[in-house]
């Protein structure tokens, strides 16, 4: 491969590491042909590019990168596969889903949230981490709590002033 073509490729992938805000690097070797396209599908329908790129060319993009990732350099051995998302755990219910049926990808390392997780371990908690709509759908559920309980209270206190008042009326007559 000559130096321009490295280059291209480096830049498009610094390129991606902007546009998208989580990555995961995956080992996908050993995968056959059916078993790749299947996966390939699978993140087309969820929003996830997924890229086969070599180490060296991925370190390049991620030094160009605004971003600190100095921890994902020693996961950059044997085959790696980026995926890129928008939503920081769909692709981590991706992997642990395709998995049910096949042993990979095996997760290497993912930059989600600004946070960086190392190893397949990682996987569960990747999967439990909420969007942004998620985390500001719950704050919106707390904040309506407090509001709920006191009408609730103000209502069941006006049924219990209603009674009481309507025990008194029948004890006057």
């Known amino acids: 491969m000559r130096r321009e073509e490295k280059n291209t490729i480096i ?3 610094a390129e991606k590491l902007k546009e998208y805000s989580h990555f995961y690097l995956t080992d996908t070797a050993q995968l056959n042909a ?18 086969v790129v070599k180490n060296t060319l991925l370190k390049r993009a991620l030094e160009m990168s605004e ?3 100095e921890e994902l350099y020693p996961v950059l ?18 992997i642990k889903d395709f998995r049910r049926q096949h042993d990979k990808p095996v997760l290497k390392g993912a930059y989600v949230q600004e946070s960086v ?40 206190g006006g049924n219990k002033l209603h009674g009481v008042l309507e025990t008194l009326s029948k004890k006057e007559n």
Request: hydrophobic letters at 45%.
């Open 11 to 13: 830049d498009s992938l």
């Open 34 to 51: 059916a078993d790749t396209s299947a996966l390939r599908r699978k993140c087309f329908e969820n929003n996830i590019r997924l890229i």
């Open 67 to 69: 971003g600190n990732f």
């Open 117 to 156: 997780f190392i190893g397949d371990q990682m996987l569960d908690a990747l999967v439990a981490v909420k969007t942004r709509e998620e985390l500001i759908g719950d704050i919106i559920l707390l904040l309506q709590s407090p509001a709920k309980n006191v009408i609730s209270a103000l209502q069941s």
């Open 77 to 94: 051995k044997g085959t790696t596969s980026i995926m890129f998302s928008n939503t920081g755990n769909s692709p981590a219910k991706l």
